[in-house]
């Protein structure tokens, strides 16, 4: 098991500690269910620093990032970020990641999940040089980043007690998707106003070293004003009730992202990048799968792997994620069901535990936070 450079803050804390995709993570400080509260009211800090990060520089960089993304990164300019899935010829998912421009068409950095780290880098180089891009600079910059999320509605109010008065207002006013350099709590960092949770906030990058400091101060900053160190297991509900792709469940090599309610992020327009043409041909045909919301009735939690049968007793689906939403009060899940299998408001069964649980299907994302300081329940 890998450990982060905050390994010893969680233990210190008391942090239930996981192995997770090679790593040893907080599950849970508190509990998963104050956790979740605390984003969605609050604040929450999370460890990413188990997140990998690769960087692509040299004049072809923009031509690599073009074949390599289904989302468009033309429209890539520098202090811009966009999320975009990486997929195989047959319109499978080899990842979904964030993409930096750091200098247009120059140079960019990719944070990609963490159990897909090795597999991202060689499926790179090895795309990169059967296209004729050897020439790209590939570097793997994982070991020397260190990486914390600070989410929730009272986030950006945190972060600027940790920023020099000259640099608060443009850090703070940071559109979404968007990302500058500034010192926060001392600590060079690139502040990027991105997310995993379904609330406002961002997610800060610096060198291994100082993650420690950052993440210190930041828990001190932030403690007054509601914040929480917060585990992967409020990350995961958070997610959920989002409607946000977790890779290895909504997405895989066997998912395109069309199957998985991500059409908005495939950009094709002419392009051709890897997976184009089959992804085309799912367009244009319609994906044979698509992913759904369930309410399954309480109290059955559907997990991963639970099957989803029609009105006939038919397998029609399989779930992909599943828990019990805290800020809705009830179970949900997202489930990858037969095109024209399950309309909105149409109940299907999901087996629970060996029986069949009735469970209504609904549109994603379960929970959506208004723009104002309230937020919607859906």
Known sequence: MQRTPLYARHTALGAHMVPFAGWEMPVQYRGIVAEHRAVRTAAGLFDVCHMGEITLRGPRAGAALDLLCVNDPRTLTPGRAMYSPLCL?????????????????????????????????????????????????????????????????????????????????????????????????????????????????????????????????????????????????????????????????????EVSPLEAGLGRFVRLDGRTCVGSQALARQAAGGPPRHLVGLEPEPPGIARAGALVRDADGRQVGLVTSGTFSPSLGRPVAMALCARGAAAPGEVLGVEVRGRAVPARVVSLPFYRRRRDSGVVLS
Do not use: K
């Open 89 to 253: 010829e047959d319109g499978g998912t080899q990842d979904d990641v964030i993409v930096y421009c750091l200098r247009a068409q120059e140079e960019y950095l990719l944070v990609v999940n963490a159990a897909n780290r090795a597999a991202d880098l060689a499926w790179i180089r090895e795309t990169l040089g059967a296209r004729g891009l050897g020439d790209v600079q590939i570097t793997d910059a994982s070991e020397q980043t260190g990486l914390v999320a600070l989410q929730g509605p009272a986030a950006m109010r945190v972060l600027a007690v940790l920023l020099a008065e000259p640099e608060r207002p443009a850090v703070v006013g940071l559109r979404p998707f968007r990302f500058t350099r500034a010192a926060v709590a001392g600590v060079p960092c690139l502040v990027a106003r991105t997310g995993y949770t379904g609330e406002d906030g961002v997610e800060l990058a610096c060198s291994a070293e100082g993650v420690v400091e950052l993440w210190d101060a930041t828990l001190a900053a932030g403690t007054p004003l509601g914040l929480e160190p917060c585990g992967l297991g409020a990350r995961d509900t958070l997610r959920l009730e989002a409607g946000l792709p977790l890779y290895g469940h909504e997405l895989s090599a």
